[in-house]
């Protein structure tokens, strides 16, 4: 599989990032679409609403958390395969808006690909 990145949808992009592609239900507050220079917005890839509240970015619920998302992705693939064909094709970065760069859903969504 190709280069999976991963960063913040507040940090500026950077040129070898490849395909950038957001991969929340929100879009992140105060960034215009320009801003933040997205390929993509799979909004559907995302943890539902139900999980997101659930989860609050709890480091503690981050294992069950993970177990969730990751029945989300299964029972709903057509996001995961749209994705799945842009990475086939080069490099591609996750965007995300959580401050916690280690317990959110693009972490989540890089390591169920990469399984």
């Known amino acids: 599989m190709t280069d999976i990145s991963l960063r913040r949808a507040y940090d500026p992009p950077l040129p070898q990032e490849g395909r950038r592609v957001l991969v929340d239900r929100l879009w992140p507050r ?8 997205a390929d993509l917005w799979l909004k559907e890839i ?10 609050g970015h709890d480091p503690e619920k981050w294992p ?8 989300e992705l299964d029972a ?21 808006g959580a ?17």
């Open 99 to 115: 401050r916690d760069t280690q317990h959110n859903n693009a972490v989540a969504l890089r390591d169920y690909l990469a399984q």
């Open 76 to 96: 709903n693939p057509g996001p995961l395969h749209e994705l799945r064909a842009l990475i086939r094709k080069g490099p591609v970065t996750l965007l995300y």
């Open 30 to 37: 105060g960034i215009s679409r320009e801003t933040l220079g």
């Open 64 to 71: 069950e958390f993970r177990r969730r998302y990751g029945a």
């Open 46 to 55: 995302a943890p539902s609403d139900e999980l997101r509240h659930w989860f």
